[in-house]
T-cell receptor, first 115, second 115 residues
Framework: AQSVAQPEDQVNVAEGNPLTVKCTYS??????LFWYVQYPNRGLQFLLK??????LVKGSYGFEAEFNKSQTSFHLKKPSALVSDSALYFC?????????????FGKGTKLSVKP | NAGVTQTPKFQVLKTGQSMTLQCAQD?????MSWYRQDPGMGLRLIHY???????DQGEVPNGYNVSRSTTEDFPLRLLSAAPSQTSVYFC??????????????FGEGSWLTVV
């Protein structure tokens, strides 16, 4: 069965420091991987995705993620955190052959960036 | 750009009442989905549609009904509301074709409380 794990419920970072939000996945075949961000009382906003090719994917708002097939991970990173990055972050996966309308989501990681 | 539009944003229902959450997209997307978001559980798929006239069940379909008479609209019906259906509901859409890595776009959410 396909699954996504976000092992940290919350990540705390000081402004200006690098941040990492972890994600591991379990699917058969080569996965399609996504990161979304949710601000309070808002919908999910697309950040970036990995389909194929370069393992380092760059996305919106200075975020990037690294696909690691051997570790089945897709960690989200940013070199210098901003207070405005504080939000709920979701990792999601779609297996090859799965319906293009559907994703399997992790439980989310709350990122808190302090001044 | 309207994108994915959901109404209402907030709703309080009494147990046993029925209601419809509306969803419309203006991107001519083939795929539309409904997810529910509960604390600590991420997003779970309720129903999805791969095109007008075609719908299927997701992970948590019980108590919900959908139809897709047009490409643009994908309403979600609660047949007899229960307190367990208190949640935040998100409608989403994505284009078809390609390898399956198409981005899914989400609406702003509908906050439903069943008392």
């Amino acid at each position: 069965a396909q699954s996504v794990a976000q092992p940290e419920d919350q990540v705390n970072v000081a402004e200006g420091n690098p941040l990492t939000v972890k994600c591991t996945y379990s699917v058969s075949g080569n996965p399609y991987l996504f990161w979304y961000v949710q601000y309070p009382n808002r919908g999910l906003q697309f950040l970036l995705k990995y389909i194929t090719g370069d393992n380092l994917v760059k996305g919106s708002y200075g975020f990037e993620a690294e696909f690691n097939k051997s570790q089945t991970s897709f960690h989200l990173k940013k070199p210098s955190a901003l207070v405005s990055d504080s939000a709920l972050y979701f990792c999601a996966v779609r297996a090859p052959g799965g319906s293009q309308g559907n994703l399997i989501f992790g439980k989310g990681t709350k990122l808190s960036v302090k001044p | 750009n309207a994108g994915v539009t959901q109404t209402p944003k907030f709703q309080v229902l009494k147990t046993g009442q029925s209601m419809t959450l509306q969803c419309a997209q203006d991107m001519n997307h083939e795929y539309m989905s409904w997810y529910r978001q509960d604390p600590g559980m991420g997003l779970r798929l309720i129903h999805y549609s791969v095109g007008a006239g075609i719908t299927d069940q997701g992970e948590v379909p019980n108590g919900y009904n959908v139809s897709r008479s047009t490409t643009e609209d994908f309403p979600l019906r609660l047949l007899s509301a229960a307190p367990s259906q208190t949640s935040v509901y998100f409608c989403a859409s994505s284009s078809g074709g390609g390898s399956g890595g198409n981005t899914i776009y989400f609406g702003e959410g509908s906050w439903l409380t069943v008392v």
